[in-house]
């Protein structure tokens, strides 16, 4: 990471800020911290609206400590965000530079997931500089240990789902609830543990449906459960087929919830607004330090910059010992638990 004791003089005189990509809680924190860094170093900021599709339409507006006042703990992003199939050809990326150029942006923060460093990228050649600010609530993006976004949708989701399992126990009923995450399992494995589901099904681990969730349903109940709770990543399988399978195969009266854009809104938390204004503060002094083509990241607590190419590059592990350590823990599986135990 670049020290901010080797900061003399900033490399750039103005920067623009973007978000693209799936909007995420604590966007509007990573923009304040980029714009008060910006202000400190003396660098003009220019907020540029719709993601990549707002230097095609040159939809800027002006940033300061004043526009951004107050904006850390508001979800959403105050500079909107879209995508452009227009931005995603050679053309589109060259009229975009131009507009930079027009504009007098010499460098970009640019906040989103691994589509948006993609982007990001595609401008670096035409000699833009440009700064990586990982926020999904996919929690997908292989590089970094975190993404911003990520704890507040798992909240909302575990807030949900709290909720649900209230009903769902007055009523003796299963729950399935589909939870987001594209093609990763993250946000479903991290809401399961913390709302004690009977069953967690992701897309990194196959399952045989009759085997894994029938039969797993049925013991619970043997166990003496009178409700039961089955969280499902989208990316694994259609809730509804969920909900369906487990109905026609056991005659539990099932319901299905599908969360879908509510684990996207809400006020972020302090996870997401602390590392929604680092990183916008740290991408700010890299450009001011003259780089370029890097991502920030982290690697545990720990602040990292990388080369943005790793940001689409290394795919997310999965935390395949968590997931065996629920399922032993969920079905009292004593050597599954201490086989997870001698994997650590
Ligand atoms: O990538 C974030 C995400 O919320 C995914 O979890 C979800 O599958 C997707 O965006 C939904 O995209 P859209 O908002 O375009 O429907």
Not at 301 to 330: P, Q
Request: a negative charge.
């Amino acid at each position: 990471m670049t020290t901010e004791n080797e900061l003399v003089s900033s490399a750039v005189e103005r920067i623009g800020v973007l978000t693209s990509g799936g909007d995420a809680p604590g966007m509007n924190a990573a923009i304040r911290g980029a714009v008060r860094a910006a202000g400190c170093l003396g660098i003009d900021c220019i907020g540029i609206r719709h993601g990549y599709a707002g230097l095609l339409n040159h939809d800027f507006m002006h940033l300061d400590q004043q526009v951004v006042k107050g904006i850390t703990g508001r979800g959403g992003t105050m500079l909107y965000t879209a995508r452009s199939s227009e931005y995603n050809t050679e053309a589109g990326v060259t009229k975009a530079a131009d507009a930079c150029r027009h504009m007098g942006i010499e460098g970009l923060v640019v906040i989103g997931g691994d589509g948006t460093f993609r982007g990001a990228m595609d401008l670096s050649k035409h000699g833009i500089k440009v700064v990586g600010i990982p926020c999904t609530i996919d929690n997908d993006i292989g590089c970094t240990s975190y993404t911003i976004g990520f704890d507040t949708a798992c909240n909302t989701a575990v807030d949900a789902v709290d909720r649900l399992n209230d009903t769902m126990q007055s009523h003796e009923r299963c729950s399935v609830v589909e939870v987001m995450g594209r093609k990763a399992g993250h946000l479903a494995l991290a809401v399961g543990i913390a709302t004690g589901a009977t069953i967690i099904l992701v897309p990194e681990v196959k399952y045989d449906f009759n085997k894994d969730v029938i039969e797993r349903i049925r013991a619970a109940r043997l166990a003496g459960r009178n409700n039961f709770t089955v969280i499902v990543a989208e990316g694994a399988e259609p809730g509804y087929e969920v909900a369906d399978k487990i109905l026609e195969a056991t005659g539990i009266d099932t319901r299905l919830t599908m969360l879908g854009h509510i684990q996207r809104g809400g006020s972020p938390h302090v996870r997401d607004r602390v590392v929604g204004t680092s990183m916008g503060y740290k991408a700010v002094t890299l450009l001011a330090a003259g780089l370029s083509g890097k991502v920030i990241a982290m690697r545990g607590d720990k602040y990292i910059d990388l080369d943005i190419r790793e940001a689409f590059v290394l795919t997310k592990d999965f935390d395949y010992d968590m997931y065996k350590t629920f399922s032993a823990l969920t079905f009292m599986d004593k050597n599954t638990l201490l086989q997870s135990f001698k994997s650590t």
